[in-house]
């Protein structure tokens, strides 16, 4: 076997365990409707998910420093390569509320959120708003099929939010 293809295994190893660690995870939260094997969300036949269960999983990131990344313009991080060499990514909000592509809905305010796409999937978000009262509501969009009908959808949905 070649140092390439020992490489590949070892990293296919690596990818398969963080799912598993995922899936103990979303156990964990009680999202049972839901099963990884990957974590980049790519396409596979056994890996779904359910809109209840990315509210659980939503709801469990949003007590650590997740919210303060989606709320930023930006966020970049340090990470190592395969080689060991550190380098810095920096992360942009892909979100048309926060690119100004949307226009954000009337009776909360937009905090940040998740985006995916896939051609199976469609165009996903799970948003993060707040009432005038910081009441805090994660709303869910899934399959949508473009990227205009998702904001549409994602704006009719939390401008539906009783005002109180």
Not at 54 to 65: A, P, S, V, W
Not at 107 to 123: M, P, Q
Not at 132 to 137: G, T
Request: hydrophobic share 35%; with cysteine; aromatic share 10%.
């Amino acid at each position: 076997m070649t140092m390439q293809q020992q490489l590949q295994n070892m990293w296919v190893e690596v990818w398969m365990e963080f799912a598993k660690m995922m899936n103990k995870e979303a156990k964990k939260l009680m999202a049972t409707g839901t099963h990884f094997v990957n974590s980049n969300g790519l396409h596979n036949d056994d890996h779904y998910t359910t809109a209840y269960d990315l509210y659980l999983i939503f709801n469990e990131c949003i007590k650590y420093d997740f919210v303060k990344i989606i709320k930023s313009k930006s966020h970049t991080a340090k990470v190592t390569g395969s080689s060991g060499a550190v380098r810095s990514i920096t992360w942009k909000p892909t979100n048309f509320y926060a690119t100004g592509e949307a226009e954000k809905p009337d009776n909360v305010t937009v905090i940040g959120g998740k985006t995916g796409t896939t051609k199976l999937a469609g165009n996903c978000l799970v948003l993060l708003t707040e009432d005038e009262n910081d009441h805090p509501y994660i709303s869910i969009v899934m399959n949508a099929d473009t990227k205009p009908l998702l904001y549409k959808d994602m704006t009719a949905i939390v401008e539906a939010i009783p005002e109180k």
